[in-house]
């Protein structure tokens, strides 16, 4: 397994290319099993997940062809082979359940593994199964694998989701595209990655209305057609790499960031004392070598703070000046990377679902371990200011979420460098 290597202390200045959005990208590609036609993304990140999904799509007898180094994917489902996704692709990434909603629209039937688990939580599917039954599918839990069938196709309905789950509102948004009917999804999730699924899927002859509010309504169409979509840049990478000259001091300019993506985000750095300017190209973050300051922060669903980036604000906030204290409401166990930042000196508890951060002058560099996606990269950027030397084991954990992240660094003036294991 490899390891990443950063040297702390360097003052970061340049520009960081931003991708397009993974999590936008792995509810894109299930889309193409809606329409026999093809349907071609592009601005697509390269990212091992977007590789699981390739694998799980062609498991289904879809053809996807990564082209432009993948940045281009031109899929095709004209011949479907099965509508089986098995456990062993499944279980390494659980938006691979973003299949069961086109597959029962298009097949009528799907037998999905339950993804199981992760490092951050129970991850259930209830709100899933729900959403489907209400679109008429019967949905049985057999051996692990979720079996679904929809008897002479959807049909829309009123769907209110207990919770606004963004992959419960993807696949019912996908479902109803091709349910006999109007659907209206209640309570659904806003994020932008439902946004530029709404409009991907408008371009391919859905008929949607609401996308980004907590109601979207869809009228059933007979069938869809084939389509190319840019990917919307990717809101966690943006955050993230915002993240590097507060910390790390020195001034950083993400290309193709938007405000609007990351609001909240850039609302918390204000109240920090982080300057961030909007600029034609992309936005600007600068440090004037002044400490951060404490921020307390809160994790809700869209427009709300991202739980996605409240690992890597926590990494922050250990060298702000003060108290912060996050509450994170989305995951059940989303804390994983704070006992790796107490090896690097931060002072922080955690009790239940919140963890009190009192900011120290600055961290010393250890070996760290990886443990989730999010949590990986809180580390490297707490290496950025750390004294001395941070190795951080388990990248394959970043590898899923962040597209050459030692180059974009390293393009900054970062010192780091990835370790390959013998
Ligand atoms: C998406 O996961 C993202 N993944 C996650 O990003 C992100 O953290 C999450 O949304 C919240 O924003 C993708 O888009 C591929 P949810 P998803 O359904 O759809 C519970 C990353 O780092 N829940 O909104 O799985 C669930 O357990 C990843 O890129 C149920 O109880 O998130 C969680 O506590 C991590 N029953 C909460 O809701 C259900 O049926 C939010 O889940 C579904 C969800």
Redesign the pocket.
Known sequence: MDSIIVRGGVPLHGQIPIAGA??AC??LMPATLLSEEPLTLTNAPRLSDIATMKTLLESLGAEVTAMAGGRVLAMSSHGLTTTRADYDIVRKM??SNLVLGPLLAREHHAVVSLPGGCA?????????IDALTHLGAEIELRDGYLHAVAKGGLRGARVPLR??????TENTLMAATLARGTTVIENA?R?P?IVDLAHCLRRMGARIEGEGTATITVEGVDRLNGATHPVVTDR?ELGTYMLAPVIAGGEVECLGGRIDLVAAFVEKLHEAGVEVEETATGLIVRQNGTRPRAVDVVTE?FPGF???LQAQMMAMLCTAEGVSVLEER???NRFMHAPELMRMGARIEVHGGTACVTGVERLRGAPVMATD??ASVSLILAGLAAEGETVVSRVYHLDR?YEELEKKLSAVGAQVERVRAS
Do not use: Q, Y
Not at 120 to 126: E, F, L
Not at 163 to 168: C, E, I, R, T
């Open positions: 993974k999590n792995l509810a659980r938006a951050i939580g129970a991850r259930p599917m209830d709100i899933h919770f606004a789950s963004v992959g419960a999730a994020e990655e966690i669903p991202p739980t996605d989305i995951f059940e996606l999010r979420g």
